[in-house]
């Protein structure tokens, strides 16, 4: 299904007929477990109640109205830093069905944008069938708890996944690579780990653009917005009551885990703190084995997965990073022969089922068998996680990070026998150097070409 031209790997038709195939089954199945229309706004395009925060953090904005002193209209709480409400200002030009509709293609766009970044820095050809692939392959991830739920509240993750993975796969030599961490950063502050990746990884330059950048978007929060900015970071910041409660079944990090575990009573910080350390540690390891062995792409990938472990509260939908994953095992899929690929397609599977919108599915069918009239989908999710034991509890938050475990421990166990130094070649700066040397090669063939056509006319 792959062919192997140069330095470039190109995706074939039957790659992108399956692809296709996999998408439409991926709809179906979607549409039978909780259909894109559902009731009370449970379906895929019936939400989008946290880009109606957005579009009012930037009304607040615009209107000199504070950002944090109380709920916004839709009834929740502006959580993010003060450069994140300038950064929705153009949301607050459009009516909420506007804003919504152009938000799912712009985030249905980085999508797309991630996978094929993927797919061209681990090799493959950029060309009309790797768009389609990429494209086929961003409708099988709508079942992605994680995806599904960005799309369906109306989630900046997306978006911020589709430039830093951009910007972090770019050549070490790339000009301002990093700032893409920053920003992020200056939106949502998970986004802030990847500056140990960077430096654990010896990317100084990179590292440094990042801790500059994010420290422009508070300078130009301070200037633009100096009482919003005092309120959030003296005040807002440390209030995580405001986002959720600790315990809530839809905390998928290790606060999560911790906070289930130790629910009704307070979630214990040295055991939180412990957990983050270890976590840490583990993952920031398996990034650094990782780069050593030329697999910048994972990573990338891992130190993403671990911005989503380690905050107190991280929602189900700040898991985009599976996406990049998934990628990643499935490039090693079609790289494979014999059993080999056997057993990578079963890592694929793998990981595809925990990532699988299993939960989602379950919260909808079960608040549906308890009864089918709810004021909102708050009280229906209420209901039926009502029904859920406290060991029901922690194997749905743990599912993740438990993920983010497997992956840095396998990435560290098979890096065992690789003996590359710190500085070695990244596989996007193998592909860049192939490309510029195929160019050069072209070059130099035509000059020869013509050389022989003059000698011949003489």
């Not at 330095?7 to 439409?24: E, K, M």
């Not at 790797?130 to 978006?159: E, F, I, K, P, Y």
């Not at 893409?180 to 990317?203: D, E, H, M, N, W």
């Not at 089922?353 to 004021?375: G, H, I, K």
């Amino acid at each position: 299904m792959i062919n192997h031209p140069g330095d470039r790997r190109t995706v074939s038709w039957a790659a992108v007929a399956v692809a296709g195939l996999a998408a439409v089954v991926a709809v179906g199945v979607h549409q039978a477990l909780v259909p894109f229309l559902a009731g009370p706004r449970m379906g895929l395009f019936t939400n989008g109640g946290d880009l109606d925060v957005y579009r009012h953090g930037a009304l607040q904005v615009l209107h000199g109205q504070p950002l944090y002193a109380a709920k916004l209209p839709p009834g929740g709480w502006f959580t993010y830093p003060p450069f994140a409400a300038m950064s929705f200002l153009p949301l607050a030009l459009l009516n909420f069905a506007a804003a919504k509709a152009l938000w799912l293609l712009v985030s249905f766009t980085g999508l797309v944008a991630t996978i094929w970044r993927c797919a061209t820095t681990l090799g493959w050809r950029p060309e009309l069938r790797l768009l389609l692939l990429s494209v086929a392959l961003a409708l099988v991830a709508l079942d992605v708890q994680a995806v599904r739920g960005t799309l369906w509240q109306g989630q900046v993750n997306l978006v911020l996944m589709a430039i830093v993975t951009w910007d972090l796969t770019r050549a070490n030599d790339s000009r301002l690579r990093g700032w893409s961490v920053g920003v992020a950063a200056g939106v949502k502050l998970t986004a802030v780990v990847f500056i140990p990746y960077l430096l654990v990884t010896r990317q100084w330059r990179a590292a440094a653009a990042a801790a500059g950048t994010a420290a422009l978007t508070v300078a130009l929060g301070w200037l633009i917005l100096p009482s919003d900015s005092t309120a959030y970071w003296l005040h807002a910041a440390f209030h995580t009551d405001r986002i959720g409660p600790l315990a809530h079944v839809g905390n998928y990090s290790v606060g999560g885990i911790v906070a289930t575990v130790a629910s009704p009573g307070q979630m214990p910080m040295a055991w939180w703190l412990a957990g983050v350390v270890l976590i840490s540690v583990l993952a920031l390891i398996a990034a650094q084995r990782a780069e050593r062995g030329g697999e910048r792409l994972l990573a990338v990938t891992i130190a993403g997965l671990l911005s989503c472990a380690v905050p107190p509260l991280a929602w189900g939908h700040h898991w985009v990073w599976s996406v990049p994953l998934l990628v990643w095992v499935l490039d090693r899929t079609a790289r494979a022969r014999g059993r080999v690929r056997v057993a990578w397609a079963v890592c694929v599977g793998a990981t595809y089922s925990v990532v699988f919108m299993w939960f989602t599915a379950w919260v909808f069918r079960e608040a549906q068998r308890l009864q089918t009239d709810y004021p909102n989908y708050a009280a229906a999710m209420g209901a039926a996680v009502g029904e859920m034991t406290r060991l029901d509890r922690v194997l749905v938050v743990a599912t993740h990070p438990a993920l983010l475990v497997a992956v840095a421990s396998a990435t560290i166990w098979f890096a065992r026998g690789q003996h590359h130094s710190v500085g070695a070649e990244p596989s996007v700066d193998r592909v860049h150097r192939a490309s510029r040397r195929r160019g050069c090669d072209m070059r130099d063939s035509g000059s020869t070409r013509r050389s022989r056509h003059l000698r011949s006319s003489k």
